[in-house]
């Protein structure tokens, strides 16, 4: 496979991911107490706020990308909010389009009644709708090829979009200075974070060839700042965040211009590391040293394990597996449970899951030699092919094809289907003086091993850097972008 084609399936389901933290992560908000409190009881609520009908161009760096339609209008139970999304993503020189849709119906007072949520692209679909009632938010998720699965989850507060978040703002006559809290649900990864805004002063910004008076606040989302400039009526002029990406509103005709992506333009080489020397024969090393910076070791999982972090030194050593062809007999701990458990998105218990395991292993395998057999046929028999989707394990299964993120969710499926507890990684690895954001497997056979399937490694060479465990936690990358470097020290065979 050539070191072209090996980037593109490394770097685009986190690159994605990455995107998506400024273009939908922030839709939903939960309104939580800040520096300032407020209740839904704010006389500003009762009021009515005006429709709107906007239309905004995407942009990377100079580069229009795609285009969103954002609606906001009265409607008899409260209001409702449209947003419809159209992108072109470059990565490697392989464009790809990308629409997602968000409606959210809100009380008078703007607090969320239900919500749907759509992304689609080349080979994959997904959906989620959401109704609130009392407490609880009722999720239903559905992918192209499975059934829709139902999950409660309890509410401490009431949950608004973040059309609402934004009215608040144009309402209240907040001086430069003051902030609120918020938290933040994400449909994608169904958890909750914290995001603050905080009013910085107001402005005359050029809008359609027009002066517009707007207020710019700064929201800072998992360490990583964007800028916002809202109009005297609560429309949103411009947005500024990560990857050089930005929204400016336009008019329709404009919005729907063809896009012509030009060379400059892509996402992969626009996050990757740039590092000081080549690291060569990666797939003999048993030992790397590197040395980082901007990367908070504190706020990931840089130390444990194969990995050892001193003094902005990283130290990572080639997993031993001689020791593991004759283990001692089995026994799971109440702590290596909670990976085999069956999640929305990685259905180990699902019955055709679970068929594909026994199918390819047999019952007289050792747990080592399962989890060699189930990484070689990921890596023969997934398509290695980047797409723009929310890996799912039993649709990846039914069209074998995917990007590193496919492939390492459907091994963490078919690994707890075998029995064996297994997690998803992501970090960086390195290809051609670079490194690029990747995600692979860590499979736990009497001790944590990783495994690239993409790659057909077990365990996984050492430019593996990984930097976080959880197939939800790969969002919180983000916080790299621009700001992580890294530096060869040395590296031994």
Known sequence: MSIRRIKLHWIIGTLFLLLFIFLLSMRLGMFEKGEGDFREGYTFYAQTRPDRNVWMNIYQEEQKIGYAHRQFFKTIEGYKFLESVYMQINTMGMVQDIRFKTEGNLHHQLTLSSFRFELLSSLFRFKARGIVKDKTLTLFITSATGPEQKIDLPLKKKINLLAGVLEFLSAENLKPGVSRTFHVFDPITMTERPLKVLMLEEETILVMERQEEAKKVSVDFMGVSQLAWIGKDGTVLREEGSLGVRLEQVTREEALQKITLLPGTDLAEFASIPVNRVIRNVAQLNELKLRLDGIDGKALFLDGGRQSLRDKVLTIRRESISNLLFPPAKKVSEEMKTY??????????????????????????????????????????????PVLSVPNALEILHRRVGDCNEHAVLLTALARAAGIPAEVEAGLVYQGGRFYYHAWNVLHLGTWITADSVRGQLPSDVTHIRLLRGAERQIDLVRLIGKARIEVLNYSK
């Open 340 to 385: 085999l458990e069956s999640t929305p998105l990685i259905q180990s218990d699902h019955p055709e899951i679970k068929a594909k395991a026994k199918e390819i292993l047999s019952e007289s395998d050792s747990d080592l030699v399962k989890a060699g057999k189930l990484v070689k046929w990921v890596n023969e028999n997934i398509q290695k092919r």
